[in-house]
């Protein structure tokens, strides 16, 4: 179980949000009038840096929404109607980045490229910070339909993309950033056979007006693992919720999940994954996610081991990641899988490389 976050501010408004999302009625909008007290009692300052929070852990939409719910009478009416127009310009963000995202989805499709929508809509209603998109195609067909259908223009690609085989697209009327991942998934493009595999199991999702091919269950969470254990090295708290409202709908066959993620070799990483989720939902729910005993045992941490810093969840690095990454290294060279051996022993480096960055012109950019 996850150590209580103690109650100064940073840490405040992230129980807060959690206990917004995560007790045990608050998926649906109905949190604890306790809770929407707190919130109604917050100074300006701090309930604006609980709206950054939320914004940066892509649950505005889902936490205005639980605010809002059942809120009628509360006494300060100013904050309700900040609150409501904060909600209506987020959806109006996500109503023109949805309905690009639709017209480049089609674009594709009618040109016999194969393409899926991943990790963007997985915490729909919310939406993230920018469009992801896969295919099996060739880079030149996608370059040539973003530019000549979209206008679209090529961002400056790092280190970490050339790697990864993505390119990122700036489309004219588009705030977002279009993110396609082109034949590759991993952060150094080391997942191919999975990445082939995603689009041939996918499955249709309305969001709002418009249906889109996601990834199936299963592929999601391998996806998120991918983002969250073996890159980022922290959760937003979407991860969390997304997660657990998947697991609680019955959608996840953990059968197929551990086939899935052991071909790609990140089983390990996959049931950490779930451990963390479970364990901080058991944190404000009193009980985690129904899983299999054969997911709790492949994990090789849980809750007890991330910690919050700097607006999200941290998964430490050293030992915990680190251990994870060697693993999914020796299986992949011992499966005699060199060239993702090859770009997987980068990953040290490069990580390296971007801190020493960051530290020298306070960016990572051009590198990560």
Partial sequence: MPRPLPATPPHYAMTLLSRLLLEPAGGSGHSSAQTKQQLLSLPREDFDALIRLAESNHVIVRGL????????????????????????????????????????????????????????LDHWPDLGSDLDLYTNAEPADVIRIMSNRFGATMAQRSWGDRLAHKWNFMVPGLPELVEIHVGRLGQTGEQTAFAASVPGRSVHALRGSYSFRVPCPSDRITISTLQRMYRHFFFRLCDVVDTAALADSGAIDYEDLLASAQAAG???????????????????????????????????????????????????????????????????????????????????????????????????????
């Fill in 65 to 120: 929404q639980a605010f809002l719910h059942d809120l009628g009478g509360a006494p300060d009416g100013e904050r309700v109607d900040r609150v409501q127009k904060m909600l209506a310009a987020e959806r109006g963000r996500i109503d023109v980045a949805t309905y690009f995202l639709h017209e480049i989805c089609a674009a594709m499709e009618e040109q016999g490229l194969d393409t899926v929508v991943i990790k963007s």
């Fill in 266 to 368: 990140i089983w390990e990483g996959v049931a950490t994954y779930l451990a963390i989720v479970s364990d901080y939902v058991k944190s404000y729910r009193g009980s985690g996610l129904d899983m299999p005993p054969f997911v709790a045992s492949a994990a090789k941490f849980g809750g007890s081991e991330v910690y919050f810093s700097k607006g999200f969840l941290r998964v430490p690095i050293l030992p915990q990641s680190a251990r994870l990454y060697g693993s999914q290294l020796a299986g992949v060279l011992g499966r005699g899988e060199i060239d993702s051996g090859a770009r997987l022993s980068l990953l040290p480096w490069l990580a390296t490389a971007a801190v020493l960055g960051q530290k020298l012109t306070g960016s990572d950019k051009g590198i990560w």
